[in-house]
C-alpha cells in the first residue's frame, strides 16, 4: 500500500461506546429527508450483492448498515442480486449469500429480487435512450473505446459512431440481442460528453455483447447491461430511497442519477461510505477465488476466512458481528479497523454466552501418589461465573489425570509460578497437589509423568488453614477424558498490511505459513461427549472454542475461535494516548 494508505491506517474510526444505536452521517441525512417528508418519509434500502463470491466481514458492515438502518427507522430493506455478470456467477453463490444474510440476523420477507429480473425493462429503457437521442450502438473495440477514452488530464474523442441516426441504432440494438454479432463487437453507449472531466461520464458503455448462459435467464439473453446501467434503474424500479454503496461509486453517482434523469424515472439518493479494511487480511472475493482454487485455505469456509461462513465455523457469533458492525462506526473516510476490535466484540459476547470446559491441549502426565488406585470422586464446577443461570456440572477426578505441558517446568524460571518440583498448586474445582517427583524418559530426558500428593483437606480448591499457592491449574482425568483434535489459528497473513508487499510481487506471498497448527491429542472433559458442530465452549485459560464439522462420533475436533488475551484494551489506550 502507498504512504496514504499507511496514514490512513493509522487514522481509524472513532468507535461508537453505544453499540445498539448507531448515528451517523447517514442516519443524519435519513433523518433530514424523513423531516423534509422526500420520499412520501418512507425508508426503503438494499443490499446488492453480486453473486460473484461468498460474502464477508466487509458485507456484514454493508449489510448492517442497509438492513439495520431500514430497521431502525421502520422501513424495508430489499434482498438484490446483482447478477449481471454471468460468467462470474454461479448458484452456489446465490444460495450461500441468502443463508449468510440470515445468519447475521436480517430478513427481507418477500422482497428478494435479481437485476436480471429486470432485462426485458433494462432493454426497453436502453430503446428509450436511444429514441431520445441518448444511447448509441459503438463497433469500436473494447481496446479502441480504451483509447478513445483519454486520461484525467486528457479529453477524450468521440467515436466515429456516435452519430449514428435513431433508425440505425435501433436497429442494430435489436440485432444485438438477437445474437447477430459475436462477442465484444458493439457496444450500447449512453451519449454523455467526452470532454468531461469525470471519466465516467465520457459515453460509458452500458451494454456489451456476451454469449454466456447466465445461472437465471439461461440463454434467453446474449447482450447484459452493465453495473452502473442495471443498479440505478433496479434501485428506481424497486422504489428504493437510500442507495447506500461503498466509496468507489462515488465517481460514478453522476452518470447514476443522468441515467435516471434522462429516463425521467423515480430517483433514489445514492450515499457512499467507507468500506471495512481488517489489519491481517484481505477483503476481496477476487483474492479469496485465488486462496480457495490454489488451495491455501481449504475452502471459503476455511475458519481462518474473513468470509462469514469462515467466521462462523471458527464459531464467532451473529451478535459479535453485528456488534462490531455497529461499533466501528460509518465515515465518509477510508479506514483500517484492527483485527483485535472484531475479536474483543467476539470475546464481550462469548464471555456471557459461552459454557465453561476443562481440557489439556498438551497433556503431560500426572500421578497422585496418595489418592486411592481405583477411587474416583465427582467434583462441582460452575459453568459460568459470569452467569450463575447457567449451572454447574460433574468433572470425574481419579489418580492419574492430565495438566498442560506447559504448566509444569522442572527447572523453573523465576517468574513460574507453576507446578514445579516441591512445589504446590491448586487443581481447579479440585484439590491442591504438590509435586514429589518426575519420571524422565532415560535417554532423551523428556519429563513423561509427574508425581504428586494431594491433601484431601483442600476438596473444592480452598486449605481449611488458610494456606495460599500461587497458581490454578485447569486438568483432566485421565481414564474418563474425550480425546480431542484441537485447531489452533493465527492471522492469514503476517503482515498488519497485507496489500504492502513491495513493488511486483505477490500479494500471495504474505500467507502466513504458521496460520493453522492441529493438535491431534488433546483432551477434554467427559461432559463434551455429545456435543454438535457449532457449540461453543471456554476451555479454560485457553481460550474460546467451537465444535468444528469435521468432527466424527469417535473424534471431536475444535477450532480455537480466539484467545482469552485481549489486545483491543492495549491498542485502544495507545489510541488514547494518542500514539
Ligand atoms: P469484493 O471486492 O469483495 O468483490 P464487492 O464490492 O465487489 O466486494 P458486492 O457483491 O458488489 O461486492 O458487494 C455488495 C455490497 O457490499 C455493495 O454495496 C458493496 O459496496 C458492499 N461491500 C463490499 N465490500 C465491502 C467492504 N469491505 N466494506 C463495506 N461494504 C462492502
Ligand atoms: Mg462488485
Not at 468432527?551 to 489506550?573: F, G, Q
Request: glycine share 6%; aromatic share 10%.
Amino acid at each position: 500500500m502507498n504512504d496514504s494508505g499507511k496514514k490512513q491506517e493509522n487514522e481509524r474510526n472513532p468507535v461508537s461506546s453505544d453499540p445498539t444505536k448507531p448515528s451517523h452521517f447517514i442516519t443524519e441525512i435519513i433523518e433530514a429527508d424523513i423531516n423534509a417528508k422526500k420520499y412520501d418519509s418512507r425508508v426503503h434500502t438494499r443490499f446488492p450483492p453480486e453473486p460473484n463470491g461468498y460474502l464477508h466481514i466487509g458485507h456484514a458492515k454493508s449489510i448492517c448498515l442497509n438492513f439495520g438502518t431500514a430497521q431502525d427507522f421502520g422501513g424495508l430493506c430489499n434482498m438484490r442480486f446483482d447478477d449481471t455478470n454471468p460468467t462470474k456467477e454461479e448458484v452456489e453463490y446465490v444460495e450461500s449469500i441468502q443463508e449468510d444474510v440470515r445468519w447475521i440476523g436480517f430478513d427481507w420477507d418477500d422482497r428478494l429480487f435479481y437485476a436480471s429480473d429486470y432485462f426485458e425493462k433494462l432493454y426497453q429503457f436502453g430503446v428509450q435512450l436511444i429514441h431520445a437521442g441518448n444511447a448509441y450502438v459503438c463497433d469500436l473495440s473494447p481496446q479502441e473505446i480504451r483509447e478513445y477514452r483519454g486520461t484525467l488530464t486528457e479529453a477524450g474523442r468521440e467515436s466515429p459512431y456516435r452519430n449514428r441516426s435513431v433508425e440505425e441504432n435501433l436497429n442494430l440494438f435489436e440485432r444485438m440481442r438477437a445474437g447477430e454479432f459475436s462477442d465484444g463487437t458493439r457496444t450500447l453507449r449512453a451519449k454523455i460528453d467526452m470532454a468531461s472531466g469525470n471519466i465516467n461520464m465520457r459515453d460509458p458503455v452500458i451494454y456489451r455483447i456476451l454469449h454466456a448462459s447466465h445461472h437465471r435467464t439461461g440463454d434467453t439473453w446474449c447482450i447484459y447491461p452493465m453495473y452502473d446501467y442495471a443498479h440505478c434503474l433496479s434501485d428506481s424500479l424497486e422504489g428504493i430511497t437510500h442507495s447506500i454503496c461503498t466509496l468507489e461509486f462515488e465517481d460514478h453517482r453522476p452518470l447514476y442519477d443522468w441515467i435516471l434523469d434522462v429516463l425521467d424515472v423515480y430517483h433514489p439518493r445514492q450515499i457512499e461510505f467507507a468500506r471495512l479494511n481488517l489489519t491481517y487480511t484481505v477483503l476481496s472475493k477476487r483474492k479469496f477465488i485465488e486462496l480457495v482454487g490454489g488451495r491455501y485455505v481449504s475452502g471459503w469456509d476455511d475458519p481462518r476466512m474473513p468470509t462469514i461462513s469462515g467466521l462462523r465455523r471458527r464459531g464467532y457469533t451473529p451478535e459479535s458481528i453485528r456488534n462490531f458492525c455497529n461499533r466501528i462506526g460509518v465515515a465518509k473516510r477510508d479506514s483500517t479497523v484492527d483485527m483485535a476490535l472484531l475479536e474483543y466484540c467476539l470475546r464481550e459476547d462469548l464471555n456471557k454466552s459461552a459454557p465453561r470446559a476443562m481440557a489439556v491441549l498438551q497433556p503431560l502426565r500426572v500421578v497422585i501418589l496418595n489418592y486411592p488406585e481405583d477411587a474416583e470422586e465427582e467434583l462441582d464446577a460452575v459453568n459460568n461465573p459470569e452467569d450463575p443461570g447457567m449451572g454447574t456440572r460433574k468433572v470425574p477426578f481419579s489418580r492419574v489425570l492430565y495438566i498442560e505441558r506447559d504448566d509444569f517446568r522442572e527447572d523453573p524460571p523465576k517468574q513460574f509460578y507453576r507446578l514445579a518440583p516441591g512445589r504446590e498448586v491448586r487443581l481447579r474445582y479440585a484439590y491442591f497437589i504438590k509435586c514429589v517427583g518426575v519420571v524422565k524418559d532415560e535417554k532423551t530426558g523428556e519429563v513423561l509423568e509427574v508425581q504428586c500428593t494431594y491433601d484431601p483437606a483442600t476438596r473444592g480448591g480452598d486449605a481449611p488453614d488458610g494456606r495460599k499457592v500461587k497458581s490454578t491449574l485447569h486438568w483432566v482425568s485421565a481414564s474418563h477424558a474425550l480425546k480431542i483434535e484441537v485447531r489452533l489459528y493465527d492471522h492469514l497473513f503476517t503482515s498488519p498490511d497485507p496489500a504492502d508487499v513491495g513493488e511486483g510481487a505477490d500479494w500471495k506471498s504474505g500467507i502466513n505459513p504458521d496460520s493453522l497448527k492441529a493438535l491431534k491429542s488433546c483432551r477434554a472433559e467427559p461432559s463434551l461427549s455429545g456435543s454438535a458442530p457449532g457449540n461453543r465452549f471456554q476451555f479454560e485459560r485457553q481460550g474460546y472454542f467451537c465444535v468444528d464439522p469435521d468432527s466424527t462420533p469417535d473424534m471431536l475436533v475444535l477450532n480455537r475461535t480466539v484467545t482469552l488475551r485481549d489486545t483491543w484494551a492495549k491498542i485502544e489506550k495507545s489510541q488514547k494516548e494518542g500514539r
